[in-house]
């Protein structure tokens, strides 16, 4: 059975960082495109960062873009968030998905969530003084 299991969540101070892992189980990722949503409480889910099975695609979010860094590394099956320059308004549920027909879309384009199929169970990132 497919499985993401989400990691690294925290407390941190603002402008601090925390480097969130996405493990794949039960399939290998290494042809799937792989996405990060988070969901901060009384928000939608908004999809932040994504990308392609040969991380010569990536894209984030306006909202996290020169903050947030995704990379992988097929040989563990895992998939890493490096977010940077923390903001207390980067609090949330972070979760990984992925789809056998998922496409991270190019760099500007939003980060829907069409084709997601597995998620993980999220990991609390909290980010305040």
């Known amino acids: 059975q497919a499985k993401l299991a989400e990691s690294g969540g925290g407390l941190v101070q603002p402008g601090g960082s925390l480097r969130l892992s996405c493990v794949a189980s039960?399939?290998?990722?290494?042809?799937?495109?792989i996405a990060w949503f988070r969901q901060a409480p009384g928000k939608e889910r908004e999809g932040v960062a994504c990308?392609?099975?040969?991380?010569?695609?990536?894209n984030f979010a306006d909202s996290v873009s020169g903050r947030f860094r995704i990379f992988r590394d097929n040989a563990k099956n895992t998939v890493y968030l490096q977010m940077n320059s923390l903001k207390p308004e980067d609090t949330a549920v972070y979760y990984c998905?992925?789809?056998?027909?998922?496409?991270?879309?190019?760099?500007?384009?939003?980060?829907?969530?069409?084709?997601?199929?597995?998620w993980g169970q999220g990991t609390l990132a909290t980010v305040s003084s």
């Open positions: 998905a992925t789809g056998a027909s998922y496409y991270c879309p190019g760099e500007g384009l939003p980060i829907g969530d069409r084709y997601l199929e597995v």
């Open positions: 039960g399939f290998s990722s290494d042809f799937y495109n």
């Open positions: 990308i392609g099975s040969d991380e010569q695609r990536t």
